[in-house]
């Protein structure tokens, strides 16, 4: 069994940053990619970014320049650093581990709201 936590969110005013972190934990082999979701209220959810095992990154447009992913391959945590927030980045947000055999293992998700 494997374990998708989430930390992080909270409360803060448009221009503040926050820092998203994800720790995976149980019967791990491997893992692929890590990703960032969220989900904005009547809103599907989408995808923010993404990293893979060897490093490569996509963003979202809308946050390109002010989120930044990154992984610790050792400890199996992903994090989402996000600076100059803005009101619409108000969602909750969800880690999505793509484990080697299990597949698609997804968080509980953390409220970011940004107030304006």
Do not use: H
Request: proline share 2%.
């Amino acid at each position: 069994q494997v374990q998708v936590v989430e930390s992080g969110g909270g409360l803060v005013q448009a221009g503040e940053s926050l820092r998203l972190s994800c720790a995976a934990s149980g019967s791990i082999f491997s893992i692929n990619a890590m990703a960032w979701y969220r989900q904005a209220p009547s809103k599907q959810r989408e995808l923010v970014a993404v990293i893979t095992s060897g490093g490569r990154i996509n963003y979202q447009d809308s946050v390109k320049g002010r989120f930044t992913i990154s992984r610790d391959n050792a400890k199996n945590t992903v994090s989402l650093q996000m600076n100059s927030l803005k009101p619409e980045d108000t969602a909750v947000y969800y880690c999505k581990v793509d484990l080697a055999v299990i597949g698609q293992v997804w968080g509980q998700g953390t409220l970011v709201t940004v107030s304006s």
